[in-house]
């Protein structure tokens, strides 16, 4: 289905769309399409054989953390692996602010004690001040707008020793073969939208480690910042391949079914000059930042 809102109305004409256009086209998307990032993301792998859900979940221990919070939970993939490896020891809370999204997640973790609250990150009342030992935020954090206030926010409840965590959009000259498929999809939305990728979804100080950590570092002063780049891999046949990755950019939503199947022939004819024994390989960037506060 093809994605119309506010956000793709104003990027047609040229104008920059505001933070309520941009949470219009995510409801948009999340609702059409709950859950769509699950399996592509649990699938790509690092060297090490870790998704980024992993990446996030080794940085709990259980010796320590208590109460963790998913930001921008999403169908809740993260919580439910927190609570396979840790159980009853941890007290898992999700946010999200899709209602489509979030049904999943309850439905996946129905058979646990895990809270879940449906609102935006800039503002989370619902939590008092260092409520939690761990924050994550899975490949969200890249759009939401404005930022800075869901930093502030994520600082407020953080405990004395808490962490906030993060997998982010990565470099994407570091990822072979990336820029690639980015391009073969994005020449697709840009015959319809020629204004898609000068206005891009989230704030753009977050999409390189550079604007990332300074960002960061205007909010969490007296914390230590790290931005750990990683790539990530999928192997398929190419045909699935093409599915799987064109399914995990936003942009690839704003397509009619013609134009959208016509990109998974150019991405499926790319895949395929780049296959060995019919299977090729896509990679992704992704940065993990980990704030924690100094001297811990």
Request: charged share 25%; aromatic share 10%.
């Amino acid at each position: 289905m093809k994605i119309k809102s506010a956000w793709t109305r104003q990027v047609e004409s040229g104008q920059q769309p505001d933070s309520s256009d941009l949470r219009e086209h995510l409801d948009a998307v999340h609702d059409n399409h709950p859950g769509f990032t699950e399996a592509f993301a649990w699938n790509c792998r690092d060297m090490d054989g870790k998704n980024s859900y992993e990446l996030l979940a080794d940085i709990v221990d259980q010796k320590n953390h208590s109460h963790v919070l998913d930001l921008g939970c999403g169908s809740g993939v993260l919580l439910d692996l927190c609570n396979q490896r840790f159980g009853a020891e941890l007290m898992l809370s999700g946010v999200d602010m899709n209602r489509s999204e979030l049904k999943l997640a309850r439905e996946r973790l129905a058979h646990t004690e895990t809270k879940f609250h449906q609102g935006a990150a800039q503002k989370l009342d619902c939590f008092a001040n260092s409520s939690f030992d761990v924050i994550f935020c899975h490949w969200a954090l890249t759009l939401m707008d404005p930022v800075v206030p869901v930093l502030a926010t994520i600082k407020r409840l953080l405990k004395v020793r808490g962490i906030f965590a993060a997998i982010i959009d990565g470099d994407p000259k570091t990822a072979p073969g990336y820029l690639e498929v980015h391009d073969i999809i994005y020449k697709h939305v840009q015959s319809n939208y020629p204004n898609y990728g000068v206005f891009e979804l989230g704030d753009p100080r977050v999409r390189t480690a550079e604007g990332l950590q300074k960002l960061t570092a205007e909010t969490f002063e007296d914390f230590d910042i790290k931005i750990t780049p990683i790539t990530l891999s999928l192997n398929a046949a190419p045909s699935v391949l093409a599915k799987e990755a064109a399914g995990f950019f936003y942009a690839s939503f704003v397509l009619s079914p013609k134009d959208f199947s016509q990109m998974l022939t150019d991405l499926e004819k790319y895949f395929i000059t780049n296959h060995q024994d019919g299977i090729s390989c896509f990679t992704m960037p992704v940065n993990l930042l980990v704030v924690k506060r100094r001297g811990d």
